[in-house]
């Protein structure tokens, strides 16, 4: 599987204060969405991300958030997977 350009972004460097938009899988539209729900930074959804620690519960989680689809959703956590894997 090859990754794009903003995958390889986000999981080369530490989270810091990265915005919604940074997240793979997440653009606008989702990103106001995660918003209205206080979810209103890459490192908060991490932080769900790692409340949860499965790939489905993670998933289900971000399609009743902010209506993901599934490769929405699925492109999301293999960010913050492969994120997680290189930083923690």
């Not at 090859?2 to 539209?29: C, N, R, Y």
């Amino acid at each position: 599987m090859t990754t794009s350009q903003k995958h390889q972004d986000f999981v080369a460097e530490p989270i810091g204060d990265k915005s919604l938009g940074t997240l793979v899988g997440i653009g606008d539209v989702l990103g106001r969405k995660l918003e209205d729900k206080n979810f209103d930074k890459a490192y908060v959804v991490l932080g769900q991300f790692l409340v949860l620690k499965d790939k489905d519960l993670f998933r289900e989680w971000l399609k009743n958030m902010c209506i993901a689809n599934a490769k929405q959703s699925r492109d999301c956590y293999g960010c913050l997977k492969e994120w997680c894997d290189a930083f923690l």
